[in-house]
């Protein structure tokens, strides 16, 4: 699985996110044949839109904040 995340959208992102996964697959692909290839996939994730004043809390289902009082 190929991940990318960007802050802000970058001209040819998909074309760079299509090499990453051909090289992946080229890396974990067996010898033999192309029956044998595993699956690749991609994620792009565009962290777009506004931060809220109150900052970013990361929690655990369950079990308060992460790290004390985390905030971004």
Do not use: K
């Not at 992102?13 to 051909?22: A, E, S, T």
């Not at 994620?43 to 905030?71: K, Q, Y």
């Amino acid at each position: 699985m190929v991940v990318e995340i960007e802050s802000e959208p970058e001209r040819h992102l998909f074309q760079r996110l299509g090499v990453y996964g051909l090289l992946l697959s080229r890396e974990v692909s067996p010898p033999p044949g192309p029956e044998n290839e595993p699956p690749v996939g991609g994620v792009l994730i565009l962290l777009t839109g506004e931060r809220p004043d109150d900052g970013l809390a990361l929690t655990v289902p369950g079990h308060g904040s992460v790290s004390g009082s985390s905030r971004w």
